[in-house]
């Protein structure tokens, strides 16, 4: 048989035998990150049509989930990086190259733009609530007068998030198992779908619970049409790619990937979902946890392997 | 201006001379490395062929880890050399993750660390420490854009090929062949 043995004495830790310098804090980013994006573009979107009676929960209160979702998902990506002190240095430039850079400043944004959203609807739901100063009231009006151009804003910015967290790996040429272009939509479809089960999940509202679970199969089925692609592509491209891919078709990962990521994660909360339309009783809980818990595993799993992927020895 | 080594695969005997004078000159600390040596043994027995590499950064022309790189600490000189400002990176790992092979470390201070070609010593006009100390000669280094260089000769002259190619990166690295 031909093949080719290499011998080197290196063995830097994190880099060799290959690399493992990504742990649980990206993935866990990226998870959610995806699931703030979309918990901001279903409340953005429902603003924009005018049928904030239709998702009262998507609008008022997941949305408070999502400032919490990214301080801790932005804790978890200081807490990754190895040269804390200088984490300032991510804004001190713009660098449209690099994905990083931009997903840097559009969090900049997201983030408070997502706590004044949140507070925006405190009043509503905590009617004691008291903001102390004029100018907080103010602010408040002001923000409410003009929810609909806010909405624009953050529907624009949800997606850019959303699908960053995706293209963030995929622009990673060196690691074959990320380098494809269908990670980026691959990663926004996930992200919406963890963001539209929460919201079925928190919803007390019976038609709102079911539109929810509608839209989220709907995204279940999106996901997994893209996976399929993602496979195609890989199984057609290059040696390397198609290296990465056997790490799922009868590699290491292949049973957790097909066990949490695409069976636990997608066949049965999307199964679920159509018995629920079929009017069995299924508890929201079940199929929004599924689903949260693939999306999850579905980063964690796809973070680890990519850094196996590579081009030499 | 366009800096390259060539590495001539016939002639280097894996001592890790190179390897040593790195870190002595550049401080690495101990178990990393800015300059590694692989040795391939490929081909089907009995006919089998074994290659001798000595390894670092290929100072990509088109450097994947700079293009990632979230604050512009990983940069490109003058010449085409890769350097990482230490004092502007924030340790995201984001380049190591970008190279395809796999020529940065983690310095345990927390920034990213590689290769300078010794770029210090070459502005002095000395050739860098790996160069300098390699017992077969088989370290050429210089500038590709000055056909009188050592390593514009020796790449004109020898068969070479360089790594990855299809990475897409266009290496600086000229192994010989």
Redesign the interface.
């Given at each position: 048989?031909?093949?080719?043995?290499?011998?080197?004495?290196?063995?830097?830790?994190?880099?060799?035998p290959h690399?493992h310098?990504?742990h649980w804090q990206i993935p866990l980013y990226l998870f959610l990150g995806g699931l703030a994006a979309g918990l901001i573009f279903f409340a953005s979107l429902y603003v924009i049509m005018g049928k904030e009676d239709k998702a009262p929960t998507a609008i008022k209160w997941a949305s408070f989930i999502t400032p919490l979702a990214l301080v801790v998902g932005l804790g978890a990506l200081f807490f990754?990086?190895?040269?804390?002190l200088?984490?300032w240095?991510?804004y001190?430039?713009v660098?449209l190259?690099?994905?990083?850079?931009w997903?840097?400043w559009t969090l900049l944004l997201v983030t408070p733009l997502s706590i004044v959203w949140s507070a925006s609807y405190l009043r509503e739901l905590v009617p004691s609530w008291d903001w102390k100063f004029k100018w907080l009231y103010d602010f408040e009006a002001w923000v409410i007068k003009n929810r609909k151009p806010f909405a624009w804003l953050m529907i624009f910015l949800s997606v850019i998030l959303g699908i960053y967290t995706g293209i963030l790996l995929s622009?990673?040429?060196?690691?074959p198992l990320w380098n494809t272009s269908i990670l980026g939509p691959l990663f926004l479809t996930s992200g919406l779908s963890t963001g539209a089960a929460t919201i079925m999940w928190l919803s007390k509202d019976h038609e709102e619970k079911k539109l929810f679970g509608r839209i989220d199969l709907l995204l279940i089925a999106i996901e997994i049409f893209f996976i399929i692609h993602m496979f195609m592509g890989f199984l057609s491209s290059?040696q390397?790619q198609q290296e990465a891919a056997s790490l799922f078709l009868g590699g290491e990962f292949t049973v957790p990937f097909w066990t949490f990521v695409l069976i636990l994660g997608l066949l049965v909360p999307g199964f679920l979902e159509v018995l629920e339309w079929k009017g069995y009783k299924i508890p929201a809980a079940v199929p929004a946890f599924l689903v949260l818990f693939g999306g999850l595993m579905f980063r964690l799993i796809m973070v680890e392997a990519g850094?196996i992927t590579?081009?030499?020895? | 201006m366009r800096y390259a080594m060539a590495i001539d695969t016939k002639k280097c005997v894996g001592c890790s001379d190179c390897v040593v004078a790195c870190q002595t000159e550049n401080n690495v600390p101990m178990g990393f490395a800015r300059d590694w040596i692989v040795e391939s043994v490929a081909g089907t027995y009995p006919r089998v062929e074994m290659e001798i590499r000595s390894e670092r950064c290929n100072h990509c022309e088109d450097a994947p880890c700079v293009r990632c790189c979230p604050t512009g600490a990983s940069h490109i000189i003058e010449g085409g050399v890769v350097l990482v400002k230490h004092d502007a990176c924030i340790g995201c790992m984001a380049c190591i993750e970008a190279c395809p092979y796999d020529a940065r470390y983690p310095h345990p201070d927390g920034y990213v660390d590689k290769c300078t070609f010794c770029i210090h010593r070459v502005d002095k006009g000395e050739d860098p420490a790996c160069v300098a100390v390699c017992p077969t000669h088989c370290l050429h280094f210089g500038d590709l854009d000055d056909p009188n260089s050592d390593v514009s000769k020796v790449v004109a002259e020898r068969k070479w090929k360089v790594l990855a190619p299809e990475a897409g990166t266009k290496p600086q690295l000229y192994f010989l062949m």
């Open positions: 048989m031909n093949e080719e043995l290499i011998v080197s004495g290196r063995n830097i830790p994190g880099v060799d690399l310098l990504w990754d990086l190895h040269h804390k200088y984490f240095r991510l001190t430039t660098r190259e690099s994905p990083m850079s997903g840097a622009a990673f040429n060196a690691r290059s390397v850094q590579r081009y030499l020895y | -």
